[in-house]
């Protein structure tokens, strides 16, 4: 069973930054994609960030050119940086890894506060 866990997730203040890292048990070279979603209270989980196999990123539109995406093959690790921070950008963020043939697997969250 993949085990995804995320970490980096704090209060920050309005224009600040955080770095949240989602660590694979397994390597994530065997996923089509991973993915970084987020939760704001009382809302859906969306989508906001995805990195293929080869290293292509593509963004929600709320945050492009605020948040990167990245990854470690070596360490299995995916990132997300988030730089100048809103107080809409709180929520519960969530990794998850793709197969488009097979099952998905989610991490358990970090909370992400941004104070106004």
């Known amino acids: 069973q993949v085990q995804l866990v995320e970490s980096g997730g704090g209060l920050v203040q309005a224009g600040g930054s955080l770095r949240l890292s989602c660590v694979s048990s397994?390597?994530?070279?065997?996923?089509?994609?991973m993915d970084w979603y987020r939760q704001a209270p009382g809302k859906q989980r969306d989508l906001i960030a995805r990195?293929?196999?080869?290293?292509?990123?593509t963004y929600v539109e709320s945050v492009k050119g605020r948040f990167t995406i990245s990854r470690d093959n070596a360490k299995n690790t995916v990132y997300l940086q988030m730089d100048s921070l809103r107080p809409e950008d709180t929520g519960v963020y969530y990794c998850?890894?793709?197969?488009?043939?097979?099952?998905?697997?989610w991490g358990q969250g970090t909370q992400v506060t941004v104070s106004s």
């Open positions: 998850k890894a793709v197969q488009w043939n097979g099952s998905d697997y």
């Open positions: 397994e390597s994530i070279s065997r996923f089509d994609a």
């Open positions: 990195i293929s196999r080869i290293g292509t990123a």
